[in-house]
């Protein structure tokens, strides 16, 4: 059986999302092509006049594109951007970005659970990034999320899985696939995401600060790969050293 | 007086598109809201701005 | 295959006996186990219709020693589904050990060295059913009585006196004797004198657990005897038992109704019991995922003799394979409370409260109005004849005593009704 990440009624090969700020956009083709993305990110921004040149004409057709609502600070505002979006005719599909925290930029779940309410009624697939915590993701499922995007580590901090066994325990409970969004610095960090079960990483400052952008794209695309298929084998079992056990505890038993 | 993009532009009694043309874009990369409403793309050669109203013209650009 | 269960009471009308036998030996005679009867509350079989699958698909003879060992690397800490599987497969057996230290310190984890002792009160043992190694079952010639509310405040006294704090409340599976007022009545009383009520009887709609709930019972424990369709379906001929889907949503219909707790477990001996134990396990995991504020409880109970038929026995299911499928719980559902009733042993619940119990009853009686005779030796009444024969007999305060020796906490109650 083909092994595809499916979302809002489509399916996927590629399980590395791509993102797209903080680097040239000469850069976009060679990051899409060396990541091997599937969907890239986007976010929305008043139109300015110095700036001419389009980010869509940099996109290789047949790439998704995945607007993000950052900027808005509440519920009202996410479900406007996510309008605005989907009215610049990029398909059904949003990232729920809410902060209302300037300093670590740190996702508001409540507000979140709101604009994924309103907006999945809509008919929009919503990909709420969110920080892990288990009420909020099941609230979220309830709200109709296609998927579920805990925080690995503050954004743009390449500080990698600070927040793994929390995201383990999504990925444990939550039916829905979850991808670990924000945080991830290092390929072998994406691929200890994928071990644990993760449905997808997506990353964007790793790429953007690292010394060069497509060859990063590459290791991490290898390294997602890698992970994906370490989870789908099944871990090897680890041998037990020392501590051997004193007494026997099963000695009771009677055939 | 129209606020467009939260700068003042003499506007009034000028269609959608045509502001949108005058501000330098391309109609079909943006997307306008007038006063918190969509203006639907189909609809913006039609829709007459109004003295007082609020215009955001919105594309995409790089994010993650 | 099924004779063993089959005894003919000499009492029997010959209307009964020619009845019985062609429940018995005509399985056209007998109505679809799949069908709910009128009256029956249907809810969403989704839950249900997944434990089915899964157990179906399950084939313990594929796994692997390689499968055990991989399972057990990492079963204290979590323990998916496909390891839940390993460790209830016949490869696990030369793991016993290894499993039962696992077990060991997940259970220390979640519920330190704690014990929660309970007895159940049997108010009456009328039954409409014939499940065929049931001592309650209508076709079994045995002393059958319901107590009297009076009776019952007698017997919850005697209990009481004896300082347990935890009931469960159980009666035979009749409608007709034993009425949704009557138990309610009961659990009403014994709010006031014990501080947690669970109930065992036969399965309810929503509402009817509703008004138990107000009644003063949070935690409702359903046998499903075994989760294999077609397999229940020869093993309960006859009575609202038959309707195997009403049965399986039992506790999902107790948690709607405003339940804080329900239990779920299978009659290991009655058909595979690595696949009865998978279903298990996965119907409790499915029900805390669906409903997260539940409380988790499994039972384990195997087959015992009966009034008149003392040739019933657990089958394949040895001490052995039965600490494996609790080692195997214990893992898959590390929060799960783990019952051990007093069908097994005193040297067994004494050993695997150390494994993975973290419940055992004291004080026990599966008949009717009989506890005073049992606490006290004083006989002044009938009494009713018990549901099966059980094994570990030890009062409340032997109990206490013999945990404490072990080591383990005994604790009556730390439960408040809210």
Same mark, same amino acid.
């Given at each position: 059986?083909?092994?595809?990440?499916?979302?809002g009624? $489509?399916?996927?090969?590629? %399980?590395?999302?791509?993102?797209?700020?903080?680097?040239s956009?000469?850069?976009?083709?060679?990051?899409?092509?060396?990541?091997?993305?599937?969907?890239?990110?986007?976010?929305?921004? %008043?139109?300015n006049?110095?700036?001419?040149?389009? /980010?869509?004409?940099?996109?290789?057709?047949?790439?998704?594109?995945?607007p993000?609502?950052?900027?808005?600070?509440?519920?009202?505002?996410?479900?406007?951007?996510?309008?605005?979006?989907?009215?610049?005719g990029?398909?059904?599909?949003?990232?729920?970005? /809410?902060?209302?925290?300037?300093?670590?930029?740190?996702?508001?779940?409540?507000?979140? /659970?709101?604009a994924?309410?309103?907006?999945?009624?809509?008919g929009?697939?919503?990909?709420?990034?969110?920080?892990?915590d288990?009420?909020?993701?099941?609230?979220?499922?309830?709200a109709?999320?296609?998927?579920?995007?805990?925080?690995?580590?503050?954004?743009?901090?390449?500080?990698?899985?600070?927040? $793994?066994?929390?995201?383990q /325990?999504?990925i444990?409970?939550?039916?829905?696939?979850?991808?670990?969004?924000?945080?991830?610095g $290092?390929?072998?960090?994406?691929?200890?995401?994928?071990?644990?079960?993760?449905?997808a990483?997506?990353?964007?400052?790793?790429?953007?600060?690292?010394?060069?952008?497509?060859?990063m794209?590459?290791?991490?695309?290898?390294?997602?790969?890698?992970? $994906?298929?370490?989870?789908?084998?099944?871990?090897?079992?680890v041998?037990?050293?020392?501590?051997?056990p004193s007494?026997?505890?099963?000695?009771f038993?009677?055939? | 007086?129209?606020?467009?993009?939260g700068?003042?532009?003499?506007?009034?009694g000028m269609?959608?598109?045509?502001?949108?043309?005058?501000?330098?874009?391309?109609?079909?990369?943006?997307?306008?809201?007038?006063?918190?409403?969509?203006?639907?793309k189909?609809?913006?050669?039609?829709?007459?701005?109004?003295?007082g109203?609020v215009?955001?013209?919105?594309?995409?650009?790089?994010g993650g | 295959?099924?004779?063993? @269960?089959?005894?003919?009471?000499?009492?029997?009308?010959?209307?009964?006996?020619?009845?019985?036998?062609?429940?018995? +030996?005509?399985?056209?005679?007998?109505?679809?186990?799949?069908e709910?009867?009128?009256?029956?509350?249907?809810?969403?079989?989704?839950?249900?219709?997944?434990?089915? *699958?899964?157990?179906?698909? @399950?084939?313990?003879?594929?796994y692997?020693?390689?499968?055990?060992?991989?399972?057990?690397?990492?079963?204290?800490?979590? &323990?998916?589904?496909?390891e839940?599987?390993?460790l209830l497969?016949p490869?696990?057996?030369?793991?016993?050990?290894?499993?039962?230290?696992?077990?060991?310190?997940?259970?220390?984890?979640?519920?330190? +060295?704690?014990?929660?002792?309970?007895?159940?009160?049997y108010?009456?043992?009328?039954?409409? +059913?014939?499940?065929?190694?049931?001592?309650?079952? &209508?076709?079994?010639?045995?002393?059958?009585m319901?107590?009297?509310?009076?009776?019952?405040?007698?017997?919850?006294?005697?209990?009481?006196e004896?300082?347990?704090?935890e009931?469960?409340?159980?009666?035979?599976?009749?409608?007709?004797?034993?009425?949704?007022?009557y138990?309610?009545?009961?659990? !009403?009383?014994?709010?006031?004198?014990?501080?947690?009520?669970?109930?065992?009887i036969?399965?309810?709609?929503?509402?009817?657990?509703r008004?138990?709930?107000?009644?003063?019972?949070?935690?409702?424990?359903v046998?499903?005897?075994?989760?294999?369709?077609?397999?229940?379906?020869?093993?309960? #001929?006859?009575?609202?038992?038959?309707?195997?889907?009403?049965?399986f949503?039992?506790q999902?219909?107790?948690?709607?109704?405003?339940?804080?707790?329900?239990?779920c477990s299978?009659?290991?001996?009655?058909?595979?019991?690595?696949?009865?134990?998978?279903?298990?396990?996965?119907?409790a &995991?499915?029900?805390q !995922?669906?409903?997260?504020?539940?409380?988790?409880? #499994?039972?384990?109970?195997?087959?015992?003799?009966?009034? +008149?038929?003392?040739?019933?026995?657990?089958?394949?299911?040895?001490? !052995?394979?039965?600490?494996?499928?609790? &080692? *195997?719980?214990?893992?898959? #559902?590390?929060?799960?409370?783990?019952?051990?009733s007093?069908?097994?042993?005193?040297?067994?619940?004494?050993?695997?409260?150390?494994? *993975?119990?973290?419940?055992?009853?004291?004080?026990?009686s599966?008949?009717?109005?009989?506890?005073?005779? !049992? @606490?006290?030796?004083?006989?002044?009444?009938e009494s009713?004849?018990?549901?099966?024969e059980?094994?570990?007999s030890?009062?409340l305060?032997?109990? @206490?005593?013999?945990?404490?020796?072990?080591?383990?906490?005994?604790?009556?109650?730390?439960?408040l009704?809210?």
């Amino acid at each position: 059986m083909e092994d595809t990440l499916k979302l809002g009624g $489509r399916e996927f090969h590629a %399980r590395f999302i791509l993102g797209s700020g903080k680097y040239s956009l000469s850069l976009i083709e060679a990051a899409v092509q060396y990541a091997g993305a599937e969907i890239i990110t986007l976010a929305v921004r %008043r139109a300015n006049t110095q700036e001419h040149e389009n /980010i869509l004409d940099y996109i290789p057709k047949g790439v998704t594109l995945l607007p993000n609502t950052s900027g808005a600070r509440n519920a009202q505002e996410a479900v406007r951007i996510a309008r605005l979006a989907r009215e610049l005719g990029c398909g059904d599909f949003v990232k729920i970005e /809410i902060m209302r925290d300037t300093k670590y930029l740190l996702p508001d779940n409540a507000e979140t /659970i709101k604009a994924t309410e309103i907006l999945a009624k809509e008919g929009f697939v919503v990909m709420p990034y969110m920080y892990p915590d288990l009420n909020a993701a099941r609230d979220l499922v309830n709200a109709g999320a296609a998927s579920v995007m805990p925080l690995a580590a503050p954004i743009g901090s390449n500080k990698g899985l600070a927040t $793994r066994d929390f995201i383990q /325990i999504l990925i444990d409970e939550i039916d829905l696939p979850v991808i670990v969004d924000a945080g991830i610095g $290092r390929p072998s960090q994406a691929c200890e995401a994928m071990e644990m079960g993760a449905a997808a990483v997506m990353c964007n400052t790793a790429l953007a600060t690292a010394g060069d952008l497509p060859a990063m794209a590459e290791a991490f695309r290898k390294a997602v790969e890698a992970g $994906r298929s370490a989870y789908l084998s099944g871990l090897g079992r680890v041998l037990e050293r020392g501590g051997a056990p004193s007494d026997t505890l099963t000695g009771f038993l009677h055939d | 007086m129209v606020t467009v993009n939260g700068k003042p532009v003499d506007a009034a009694g000028m269609t959608a598109a045509a502001l949108v043309e005058a501000q330098g874009y391309a109609c079909a990369q943006v997307a306008v809201e007038r006063n918190e409403e969509i203006i639907p793309k189909a609809e913006l050669g039609s829709t007459v701005i109004q003295d007082g109203d609020v215009v955001e013209i919105v594309r995409f650009v790089g994010g993650g | 295959m099924d004779e063993q @269960y089959f005894i003919d009471s000499a009492n029997l009308t010959e209307a009964q006996r020619k009845r019985k036998h062609t429940l018995e +030996n005509d399985p056209a005679s007998r109505r679809s186990h799949m069908e709910f009867l009128p009256g029956m509350e249907q809810i969403d079989p989704t839950l249900r219709e997944t434990v089915l *699958a899964e157990m179906n698909a @399950y084939d313990p003879a594929q796994y692997t020693a390689l499968d055990v060992q991989r399972a057990l690397s990492h079963a204290d800490e979590r &323990c998916s589904l496909e390891e839940f599987k390993a460790l209830l497969s016949p490869a696990a057996a030369p793991f016993l050990e290894q499993m039962a230290q696992k077990a060991s310190l997940v259970t220390q984890r979640h519920f330190g +060295n704690t014990v929660y002792l309970f007895t159940p009160l049997y108010i009456a043992n009328y039954c409409e +059913n014939y499940c065929v190694y049931c001592g309650f079952n &209508c076709y079994n010639d045995i002393r059958r009585m319901q107590l009297t509310p009076e009776q019952i405040e007698h017997e919850m006294q005697v209990i009481a006196e004896s300082g347990m704090e935890e009931i469960l409340i159980l009666t035979g599976e009749s409608r007709a004797k034993s009425s949704i007022e009557y138990i309610g009545e009961a659990c !009403k009383l014994a709010r006031k004198y014990f501080r947690l009520v669970g109930i065992e009887i036969y399965p309810v709609n929503t509402d009817e657990y509703r008004y138990l709930h107000e009644c003063g019972v949070d935690y409702v424990t359903v046998f499903q005897e075994t989760y294999d369709a077609d397999r229940y379906e020869q093993l309960h #001929l006859a009575g609202h038992k038959r309707v195997f889907p009403y049965r399986f949503e039992a506790q999902e219909r107790a948690l709607l109704g405003g339940m804080r707790g329900i239990a779920c477990s299978a009659l290991l001996g009655l058909s595979d019991f690595r696949k009865d134990a998978l279903a298990t396990g996965l119907h409790a &995991c499915l029900l805390q !995922k669906k409903y997260p504020h539940a409380e988790i409880s #499994l039972s384990c109970p195997r087959l015992r003799p009966i009034v +008149n038929n003392d040739k019933i026995r657990p089958q394949d299911v040895g001490e !052995k394979e039965l600490c494996q499928v609790l &080692c *195997a719980y214990r893992m898959f #559902l590390p929060f799960a409370g783990i019952t051990v009733s007093s069908r097994e042993s005193a040297s067994f619940r004494n050993g695997i409260v150390k494994i *993975a119990a973290t419940k055992i009853s004291a004080g026990v009686s599966t008949g009717i109005g009989d506890h005073e005779e !049992k @606490y006290t030796g004083k006989q002044d009444g009938e009494s009713g004849d018990g549901q099966f024969e059980i094994d570990d007999s030890r009062s409340l305060s032997r109990m @206490y005593t013999d945990l404490e020796q072990e080591g383990l906490q005994p604790v009556l109650n730390e439960y408040l009704y809210v």
